[in-house]
């Protein structure tokens, strides 16, 4: 009998290493805490092997674009449906969350009054602040880079303005003193211990990142590709997305 159980649970554990597959994903840098915790269960539970890239919104549809091999993008919404519009992406895209843009000092700074659009163009005059360049394609820095000249203060702000390619970079021009207030996706704001989030962009002019996942056109492995996307867009998951600090999209 323990002859049996064994030779079964040696064809089970067979069977579970045929079916197994490695998956690359392309992700939107912003994701980078977020598939840090996560991935390793999907890999538990599944038997699959995730390789992850990372990249600008913008870069990793460019990398899509211009053919690199992939199983899975999660980028920004729009540019998911332009490559859907291109037939980089295959079958309905899957909407996973959407983020905010925040504003955030150095842990212990003074904290600047954001509370209205008004209350944050007059904090931003009086201080030095850093967003990602947005050449270099992240939702963010294209986007505070239209606020400050919907503010009416695009001109003023560029000689005390730090462009970075993104990321921890924006928190670490901050925390080095190179700039007293820095933009950046909330869920990125809230992982780092060294600097303080001051708080959302005020509503009236708050703008939000919806993120979406698709399977890849070149995809080898576009059944596994579509398991990893389930489960990033399971109540669960998204449940762990929430509290650093996305919101259902």
Known sequence: ?????????????????????????LFAETFRPTTAQVIPQFEKSSGHKVT??????GAVTARIQNGEPADVAVTAAP???????????????????KVGIGVFV????????????????ASLLAVTIVYTDPAAGGPAGIYVA????????????KPKTKLTRGGEANQNAVVGGEAEIGFNMIN?????????????LPPP?????????GIVDTSTQQDAGRALIGFLSSPDILAVMRKLGFEPG
């Open 1 to 25: 009998m323990i002859r049996i159980l064994l030779a079964a649970a040696l064809m089970m554990a067979s069977a579970g290493m045929a079916n197994a597959a490695e998956i690359k994903a």
């Open 106 to 121: 150095r842990r212990g700074a003074p904290k600047p009054d954001i509370s209205s659009a008004d209350a944050l163009r």
């Open 205 to 213: 002019v708050q703008n939000y990142t919806t993120f979406a996942a």
């Open 52 to 57: 992850l890239a990372f990249g600008t919104a």
């Open 146 to 157: 239209k606020l400050l000249d919907q503010l009416g203060i695009g001109a003023a702000m």
């Open 188 to 200: 990125e704001i809230l992982i780092d211990p060294r600097v303080e989030l001051v708080g959302p």
């Open 79 to 97: 540019q998911i449906d332009n490559l859907g519009r291109q037939g980089k992406i295959v079958g309905d895209r899957v909407i996973l969350a």
